[in-house]
C-alpha cells in the first residue's frame, strides 16, 4: 500500500512569504504529525492531528499551524518566513500510535 | 521535556564489521522507536520497541525500560547501512503516544 507522501518535494520561497506544505497519510491512519529538522536543532515535533483535531502542539511559534480534513489528508502553513524557517519538514503517520511511518519530506529553503 | 542521548555520535566501520548503538533517556517511556534516515531525508522505521528484545535480519535491538536505555545492534553491516539512526521517545504520561522526542542521531559511515 502508498506510503506517507508529501508535497512539494522541494521548494524556495523569500522571507515574509508564506507556504503550505501538504502531506497525504497511509490509508487507515487518522493521526498525522509533522516535524521539522534543522542542522542545529535536530528533529523537533511540531503539531499532531486525529479526526481533524490538533491534539498535540510543540514549542513552535504561531506562524506554524497545521490543519487535517476529513479525509485525514494534512497541511501545514508557516506564514511570514524567516531564515530560521530553512529546514526539511516530515510528516508522519500512524494507526495506533505504536509504529510512526514518514514521508520523504518536503526541502524548504527560505531566501 | 524528556532527555533523549545517542552515542556515539559519529561511528566509521569497515563493511561486515558489527556495532552497537546506544540511546538513553530520562524518563519512563511508552513509546521508543529506532529510524534509520537515509542520504535522501526519508525517516525508515526499523523497530517499535518500548521493552524487550526484537530483531529484524542483521539488526536486533534491545530496550531496558527500567535501567532507561535501549540498543541498536547491526551486525555484518554493508555500505547501504551508512547514514543517520535515531533513537525517539514518548514520555510515559504525556498524553499520547504520537508526540516523539528525538535524540541528535549516530552518524554511521560503512566503508567498502
Known amino acids: 500500500k502508498a506510503g506517507v507522501t508529501q508535497t512539494p518535494r522541494y521548494l524556495i520561497k523569500t522571507r515574509g512569504q508564506q507556504v503550505t506544505l501538504s502531506c497525504s497519510p497511509i490509508s487507515g491512519h487518522r493521526s498525522v504529525s509533522w516535524y521539522q529538522q534543522t542542522p542545529g536543532q535536530g528533529l523537533q515535533f511540531l503539531f499532531e492531528y486525529f479526526s481533524e483535531t490538533q491534539r498535540n502542539k510543540g514549542n513552535f511559534p504561531g506562524r506554524f499551524s497545521g490543519r487535517q480534513f476529513s479525509n485525514s489528508r494534512s497541511e501545514m502553513n508557516v506564514s511570514t518566513l524567516e531564515l530560521g524557517d530553512s529546514a526539511l519538514y516530515l510528516c508522519a503517520s500512524s494507526l495506533d500510535g505504536s509504529t510512526i511511518y514518514f514521508g520523504e519530506g518536503s526541502w524548504l529553503t527560505v531566501v | 521535556g524528556i532527555q533523549v542521548e545517542q552515542s556515539p555520535p559519529d561511528l566509521i566501520l569497515q563493511e561486515g564489521a558489527n556495532s552497537t548503538l546506544r540511546c538513553n533517556f530520562s524518563?519512563?517511556?511508552?513509546?521508543l522507536q529506532w529510524f534509520h534516515q537515509n542520504p535522501w531525508g526519508q525517516l525508515i522505521n526499523l523497530f517499535y520497541?518500548?521493552?524487550g528484545t526484537k530483531q529484524n535480519g542483521r539488526l536486533s535491538a534491545t530496550t531496558v525500560a527500567t535501567e532507561r536505555y535501549s540498543l541498536l545492534y547491526i551486525s555484518s553491516s554493508q555500505t547501504t547501512d551508512s547514514g543517520v539512526y535515531f533513537c525517539?521517545?514518548?514520555?510515559?504520561?504525556?498524553?499520547?503516544?504520537?508526540?516523539?522526542?528525538f535524540g541528535k542521531g549516530t552518524l554511521l559511515t560503512v566503508n567498502p
Open positions: 525517539a521517545v514518548e514520555r510515559k504520561g504525556g498524553g499520547s503516544n504520537y508526540k516523539l522526542t
Open positions: 520497541i518500548p521493552s
Open positions: 524518563d519512563s517511556v511508552n513509546n
